[in-house]
């Protein structure tokens, strides 16, 4: 079974500032994705990011980036230039390719992160 | 553009009522999928839909009981509610094709108190 383990309830940064959110994963699977996902006060979830395990560069969005460091089970995900709407929970998942687990996400416990100006 | 939609959006049940929450995605995708969100937690998936016609149990499926109606909708009934099932429930959708384009959509939610 996968586990996603976020380790920081909660994150502060300066407006302008990057910040680097923790994600490390379990699983034995060789195939497997990982996404990370905000959700702001209003309670939505809206996806950020998907790094694919046999990628061979770290991913990028915007000011999103995956820090993806496979031999570790990190996926740690990096927001440069941090805007105050940038303040919401984020959460790291994981998906497995193989048989009956394809598809589904696991999630972590959350990260809260507060920018402030 | 509308993607996942859920219904209703709050909602307060007395121990022992039935409801079905309803959710409806416009984006032709192949998988639908329940998820339940505690204060403080991640999400939990309930039950899922990987393509029309099937569905199965996720992490935490005791109480529910879903329908794939048709492609676009997807819904989950709570038969008898009880306390422990108040919560926050998220519907949401993917192609469902490769891990890839597996990237789920979610609708806005749909808060429920059980008392």
């Known amino acids: 079974a996968q586990k996603i383990t976020q380790t920081q309830p909660g994150m502060f940064v300066q407006e302008k500032e990057a910040v680097t959110l923790d994600c490390t994963y379990d699983?034995?699977?060789?195939?497997?994705?990982l996404f990370w996902y905000k959700q702001p006060s209003s309670g939505e979830m809206i996806f950020l990011i998907y790094?694919?395990?046999?990628?061979?560069q770290n991913a990028t969005e915007g000011r999103y980036s995956l820090n993806f460091q496979k031999a570790r089970k990190s996926a740690n995900l990096v927001i440069s230039a941090s805007q105050l709407g940038d303040s919401a929970m984020y959460f790291c998942?994981?998906?497995?390719?193989?048989?009956?687990?394809?598809?589904?996400?696991?999630f972590g416990q959350g990260t809260i992160l507060t920018v402030h100006p | 553009n509308a993607g996942v939609t859920q219904t209703p959006k709050f909602q307060v049940l007395k121990t022992g009522q039935s409801m079905t929450l309803q959710c409806a995605q416009d984006m032709n995708h192949n998988s639908m999928y329940w998820y339940r969100q505690d204060p403080g937690m991640g999400l939990r998936l309930i039950y899922y839909?990987?393509?029309?016609?099937?569905?199965d149990k996720g992490e935490v499926p005791n109480g529910y009981n879903v329908s794939r109606l048709n492609k676009r909708e997807f819904s989950l009934r709570l038969e008898s509610a009880a306390p422990s099932q108040t919560s926050v429930y998220f519907c949401?959708?993917?192609?469902?094709?490769?891990?890839?384009?597996?990237?789920?959509?979610f609708g806005a939610g749909t808060r429920l108190s059980v008392l």
């Open positions: 998942a994981m998906s497995l390719a193989g048989g009956t687990s394809y598809g589904k996400l696991t």
């Open positions: 949401a959708s993917s192609e469902g094709r490769t891990l890839a384009k597996n990237i789920q959509y």
């Open positions: 699983t034995s699977d060789p195939s497997y994705g």
């Open positions: 790094q694919g395990s046999y990628d061979q």
């Open positions: 839909s990987a393509s029309e016609g099937t569905t």
